[in-house]
Structure formats: structure tokens, C-alpha cells
């Protein structure tokens, strides 16, 4: 297992289109949410990409600073390859994207969890916010918030 955490700029071109590829993948195939997946939004992240042992994506996420996405710092774009899935990298993603967070002093961090997620993120130390459960692209979300790393 390798994991990379870099900046949009010190992507390479291979890495940027690997985690492209797994975005469409499960979020605008396997989710069926038709939506403009580059946002914008990737040269202001740093982009956690969790590789298995013959070099393949099997976990991505997102990273922002606070004041970018809202007043915390936030994870987004979290997701396991469906061919990696049930075999840790999840974890391994969610630890390390918090410890970056954390190492960086961008505490409390503020997510927006797809409600059927909702337990793998309390494993990690997330809770959920007072805000009401919504709808994001048809997919039932809530809003949760870890105030510090769950050592």
C-alpha cells in the first residue's frame, strides 16, 4: 500500500486522471448522479490517493483548509474503488486525511456524509451536526463534525 498527499499542483498527470476516472466511476456511473464532476474546486485541495500494492487507486479524498468550503476544514470526494471495497483502505484513507488536517492545525473538520456512510464515519470520531438530514443530487446526506483526531 503507497499513500500519496500532494497538492493539486504536484499531481501528475497520471494521478490527476486516475482519481478522475474513480470519481466518474462510482459518483456520476455507479451513484447515477449527473453533475459536472471537475467543480473547480481540485487546485484548491490537497488530494489524499491511497494505491494498492500493484500501483492501482483503490481510495481517494479531497482536503480543504477552513475558509475555503465553509468555516472548518472539510474532507470531500471520499471514496473506495468498488474492487478495494471491505478491505481497509477506507480506514487508511479517513485516518490519514485527518491526520493531515490535524498535523496542518485545520480543526474542527466538517463533512458532508452521504447518510448510509453515516456509522463509517463515527467510527473515525465524527458525530452529527444539529443540521437536517438533506438531499444532495437525489442521494440522502447529513452533516457531521469531528472537533478533534480520535488518537
Do not use: W
Amino acid at each position: 500500500m503507497k499513500i500519496t498527499v500532494k497538492p493539486f499542483e504536484d499531481l501528475t498527470l497520471g494521478e490527476f486522471h486516475d482519481l478522475v476516472q474513480l470519481r466518474i466511476e462510482v459518483f456520476i456511473l455507479e451513484q447515477q448522479c449527473l453533475y459536472q464532476e471537475l467543480d473547480g474546486d481540485d487546485p484548491k485541495a490537497r488530494h489524499v490517493l491511497v494505491y494498492d500494492d500493484q500501483g492501482n487507486l483503490a481510495a481517494y479524498a479531497r482536503l480543504f483548509a477552513r475558509g475555503i468550503k465553509g468555516e472548518e476544514a472539510s474532507i470531500g470526494r471520499v471514496i473506495t474503488s468498488p474492487r478495494h471495497r471491505s478491505q481497509g483502505y477506507g480506514d487508511v484513507l479517513m485516518g490519514e486525511s485527518i491526520r493531515v488536517l490535524s498535523s496542518l492545525g485545520e480543526m474542527p473538520i466538517r463533512i458532508s456524509a452521504q447518510r448510509y456512510a453515516q456509522g463509517f464515519y463515527a467510527r473515525h470520531g465524527f458525530v452529527p451536526t444539529a443540521k437536517a438530514p438533506y438531499l444532495e443530487d437525489n442521494i440522502p446526506h447529513l452533516e457531521m463534525i469531528l472537533q478533534e483526531e480520535v488518537k
